[in-house]
């Protein structure tokens, strides 16, 4: 008989897991029976707001018998560690982007959760927000021809102010603006274009003590070619520039432009969007384990958009173009 809830323990309750602990009392299907967190406050805040267990000890949360799965939003170098004792523990994973910070513990992850037959969701929302599901439909319905290149760029000012110190470190956050920013669209390009082949990738430490600009240089497996570039000390960008035989598609936070070449004007779409991304990532989280069912970012694609990264990383060293 199929479960009509899933019992699912929240992991990491600050920064974005301010966003997911909104998000979750939007799914009706995901009841909220713990939390964990290594800072007591926040703990005590969300065991009162859930009205769950709360845990400053992630073992003794996984123990849980009533757990059916947890929702990760740790630092990236904690998701490798974390999603393992899930998995071995027989619960379902939903993980925030990136993965892992490295492709082997993506790897590992990987073969694990298809040895235990269980399902990690990695949390790509970027594809889900509806400025990209429209990109997709114009590109599929063929509005802009043949496509020939496309442009983006992610940035955001954070590091000219303060942020964590673990991002600082490049063991547990290396290419610091691709792995935070720069992957949320490494995914969405994939999710358009197909996956990415080739890449050349030049970064810079512009303000930090780290890198913390970077560009790369795409080409997908149909031969469409890219660029992404992200910094984490430049002013906010958030714009996509898709280019075809028949006309240009710009993608904003919120809008899209699209100027056809048989036309004098562009079509523009806006849309209202906060959080709903967030929401239909976590919904279909619970439905696909209710259903054992696939999410449509999984662990493997998780690790495809890591393997991205982490060749850039390569090229930025090396002064080479890296095939993947």
Not at 143 to 155: D, Q, R, T
């Amino acid at each position: 008989m199929k479960k009509e809830k899933i019992n699912v323990a929240l992991v990491g309750l600050g920064g974005h897991g301010a966003t997911i602990r909104k998000s979750v009392k939007m799914c009706a299907k995901l009841n909220i029976v713990a939390c964990h967190d290594i800072n007591k406050e926040l703990v005590d805040e969300v065991k009162a707001e859930f009205n769950c267990d709360g845990f400053l000890n992630y073992d003794e949360l996984l123990e849980n018998p009533i757990l059916d799965a947890v929702i990760i939003s740790t630092p990236n170098f904690l998701h490798f560690e974390q999603t393992c004792k899930a998995l071995q523990s027989g619960k379902d994973v939903f993980v925030e982007k990136p993965i892992t910070a490295k492709v082997e513990e993506a790897e590992k992850i990987v073969k694990l959760a298809q040895e235990k037959n269980l399902i990690v969701q990695v949390g790509h929302n970027t594809r889900k927000r509806k400025v990209f599901r429209k990109a997709k439909e114009i590109i599929e319905r063929g509005l802009l021809g043949k496509i020939i290149f496309v442009e983006s760029n992610i940035s955001m000012s954070t590091g000219l102010a303060e942020f964590p110190q673990w991002k600082k470190d490049k063991d547990k956050c290396p290419l610091l603006p691709m792995t935070q920013l720069g992957i949320h669209f490494v995914d969405t390009l994939i999710y358009l274009f197909g996956d990415i082949e080739e890449v050349s990738s030049f970064a810079r430490n512009a303000y930090l003590d780290v890198e913390d600009s970077a560009v790369a240089l795409f080409r997908f497996s149909n031969d469409i070619i890219g660029t992404l570039s992200s910094s984490y000390v430049a002013q906010n960008a958030y714009e996509m520039k898709i280019y075809g035989t028949e006309g240009v598609l710009k993608c904003y936070l919120n809008k899209i432009e699209l100027q056809k070449t048989t036309e004098i004007n562009p079509s523009v779409y806006f849309f209202d969007e906060d959080i709903e991304s967030y929401i239909e990532e976590l919904c279909e989280f619970a439905e696909c384990i209710i259903n054992r069912r696939k999410p449509e970012v999984d662990a493997e694609i998780g690790l495809k958009n890591l393997k991205v990264i982490e060749a850039m990383i390569e090229s930025n060293i090396t002064k080479k173009v890296v095939k993947i």
